[in-house]
């Protein structure tokens, strides 16, 4: 009982209010049922509460637009509508904001179709993939411009350069300048190969060899059939055949200065040419080359570094000894009197001036050496070669004569060129070489009196 009257006195609490507002408030069913919409609600916007027949109803919220293309929602108690895609009802609904489509509704829902190829958005939808075109987009519609240029062309006319040597061609829409066979300057004429001296004539390339040079045998012809014409190491050499001539013709030589003659002994179908220098001033010289390194000069020598990368001591003129005072030829560095590059060989060539070895008969080179170096004869090299346009050809070394010290004087060095004769115009070069950085604290070589003698007259 003492809980009812509990209930009882909250129904006359609610009725008290109701009394002092005025507001109606229906009063809840003591069976359990509802007495208003106030008892129903829920705190769902999207819901209408309602009390029937004492039962609380909660109802969604009625969102339908009516139209079967949209998805009806209620949300935080507003309706939404939002549109279903590809569904329409009519041709407007299919919209895609694309000028350049014809938009319709079909049972299928919207189709776009674009009825024109050259209708146009932007520049991309123009691109027609040719670099000789201007691609633009102007009103919804592609304007493809061809250009002229020089890649671009449509008749042989466009490709025009104005140079006599190229064949202008229009090939595909692109101009093709082929080179032909024809030249305005010289310098289009150089083929690279250092024995031919190209000029440019009448718009047609020719050369001219450069004497004693060549790259192949074929380049050292001298016309004489008994000699047998070869091309080593870029110079040209004539070897003298046998048995090849019947009458003095046949050995005419190239050079003025050789008398030659046919010899035929035994009575031999063909004999052999002997040759000889003409024993005159303009032909034949006693002595091509006389440098004693006096009075402070190198005598036309010119000296190059071997090791340019990281330099060291090279060939000087220095007085410290001579075999002919008061001066000599010196490798090593004048102020220390050694040759030690620390972690770097070391080495150095010096280069006379040109000699003429057929200008005179049994050539013979002389000269005076002074070394002291490592007692290895294989390292510290001192060599003499001789260089007609291309490697130097050696024709001495003291590693080659076993010589690493030559006992602190001076020893006299001779050598045959005779066998070099046919090489014609040389220079010779003497050259220092440590080959390597070991054991460099030495005082060097010296080279004096050097000497290249011949004979002249019967």
């Given at each position: 009982?003492?809980?009812?009257?509990?209930?009882?006195?909250?129904?006359?609490?609610?009725?008290?209010?109701?009394?002092?507002?005025?507001?109606?408030?229906?009063?809840?069913?003591?069976?359990?049922?509802?007495?208003?919409?106030?008892?129903?609600?829920?705190?769902?916007?999207?819901?209408?509460?309602?009390?029937?027949?004492?039962?609380?109803?909660?109802?969604?919220?009625?969102?339908?637009?009516?139209?079967?293309?949209?998805?009806?929602?209620?949300?935080?108690?507003?309706?939404?509508?939002?549109?279903?895609?590809?569904?329409?009802?009519?041709?407007?609904?299919?919209?895609?904001?694309?000028?350049?489509?014809?938009?319709?509704?079909?049972?299928?829902?919207?189709?776009?179709?674009?009825?024109?190829?050259?209708?146009?958005?932007?520049?991309?939808?123009?691109?027609?993939?040719?670099?000789?075109?201007?691609?633009?987009?102007?009103?919804?519609?592609?304007?493809?411009?061809?250009?002229?240029?020089?890649?671009?062309?449509?008749?042989?006319?466009?490709?025009?350069?104005?140079?006599?040597?190229?064949?202008?061609?229009?090939?595909?829409?692109?101009?093709?300048?082929?080179?032909?066979?024809?030249?305005t300057i010289d310098d289009e004429c150089?083929?690279?190969n250092p024995c031919r001296i190209w000029?440019?004539?009448?718009?047609?390339?020719?050369?001219?060899?450069?004497?004693?040079?060549?790259?192949?045998?074929?380049?050292?012809?001298?016309?004489?059939?008994?000699?047998?014409?070869?091309?080593?190491?870029?110079?040209?050499?004539?070897?003298?055949?046998?048995?090849?001539?019947?009458?003095?013709?046949?050995?005419?030589?190239?050079?003025?200065?050789?008398?030659?003659?046919?010899?035929?002994?035994?009575?031999?179908?063909?004999?052999?040419?002997?040759?000889?220098?003409?024993?005159?001033?303009?032909?034949?010289?006693?002595?091509?080359?006389?440098?004693?390194?006096?009075?402070?000069?190198?005598?036309?020598?010119?000296?190059?570094?071997?090791?340019?990368?990281?330099?060291?001591?090279?060939?000087?003129?220095?007085?410290?000894?001579?075999?002919?005072?008061?001066?000599?030829?010196?490798?090593?560095?004048?102020?220390?009197?050694?040759?030690?590059?620390?972690?770097?060989?070391?080495?150095?060539?010096?280069?006379?001036?040109?000699?003429?070895?057929?200008?005179?008969?049994?050539?013979?080179?002389?000269?005076?050496?002074?070394?002291?170096?490592?007692?290895?004869?294989?390292?510290?090299?001192?060599?003499?070669?001789?260089?007609?346009?291309?490697?130097?050809?050696?024709?001495?070394?003291?590693?080659?004569?076993?010589?690493?010290?030559?006992?602190?004087?001076?020893?006299?060095?001779a050598v045959d060129l005779a066998p070099?004769?046919?090489?014609?115009?040389?220079?010779?070069?003497?050259?220092?070489?440590?080959?390597?950085?070991?054991?460099?604290?030495?005082?060097?070589?010296?080279?004096?009196?050097?000497?290249?003698?011949?004979?002249?007259?019967?």
């Open positions: 009982m003492r809980g009812h009257r509990g209930v009882w006195a909250i129904g006359l609490a609610a009725a008290a209010v109701a009394c002092s507002t005025g507001d109606s408030i229906p009063m809840a069913d003591p069976g359990g049922g509802c007495g208003g919409v106030v008892g129903c609600d829920d705190a769902d916007p999207c819901t209408v509460d309602t009390c029937v027949n004492g039962q609380c109803r909660h109802a969604a919220k009625p969102c339908d637009d009516g139209n079967d293309c949209t998805a009806d929602a209620c949300r935080d108690g507003a309706c939404v509508h939002e549109a279903t895609p590809g569904c329409c009802r009519k041709d407007a609904d299919c919209d895609d904001k694309d000028p350049c489509t014809t938009d319709t509704c079909t049972s299928d829902g919207c189709r776009h179709v674009r009825p024109d190829a050259s209708c146009c958005v932007n520049q991309d939808d123009c691109d027609d993939k040719d670099d000789c075109t201007i691609d633009e987009c102007v009103d919804n519609r592609c304007r493809n411009t061809w250009m002229k240029s020089s890649l671009c062309c449509k008749t042989d006319g466009d490709c025009a350069d104005g140079l006599p040597c190229t064949d202008d061609k229009c090939v595909d829409g692109k101009c093709s300048h082929k080179s032909t066979v024809c030249c150089d083929d690279g000029r440019c004539e009448k718009q047609t390339c020719a050369y001219d060899l450069v004497p004693g040079c060549c790259r192949v045998d074929e380049d050292c012809d001298d016309k004489n059939a008994c000699t047998l014409d070869a091309c080593d190491d870029g110079d040209c050499e004539h070897a003298k055949t046998t048995a090849c001539c019947t009458k003095d013709a046949d050995c005419l030589p190239a050079d003025p200065c050789i008398a030659a003659t046919c010899v035929v002994t035994g009575g031999a179908e063909k004999g052999d040419c002997v040759e000889k220098l003409r024993d005159t001033p303009e032909c034949c010289s006693a002595t091509l080359l006389d440098v004693a390194f006096d009075a402070g000069g190198l005598g036309g020598f010119t000296v190059e570094d071997l090791y340019p990368a990281t330099p060291g001591p090279v060939w000087v003129v220095d007085s410290a000894r001579s075999a002919s005072p008061p001066s000599s030829l010196y490798f090593g560095d004048p102020a220390t009197h050694e040759y030690d590059g620390g972690a770097n060989p070391v080495g150095a060539q010096a280069v006379s001036p040109e000699i003429d070895l057929a200008r005179t008969m049994a050539p013979r080179l002389t000269f005076n050496l002074w070394k002291e170096t490592e007692l290895t004869a294989s390292q510290d090299v001192v060599s003499i070669g001789l260089v007609a346009g291309g490697a130097p050809t050696l024709v001495w070394s003291s590693a080659v004569q076993g010589i690493a010290t030559t006992g602190g004087a001076f020893l006299p060095i070099f004769q046919a090489k014609g115009k040389v220079r010779l070069a003497i050259r220092f070489d440590t080959l390597n950085a070991f054991a460099n604290g030495y005082e060097g070589a010296y080279v004096d009196d050097v000497k290249v003698e011949g004979t002249c007259g019967e």
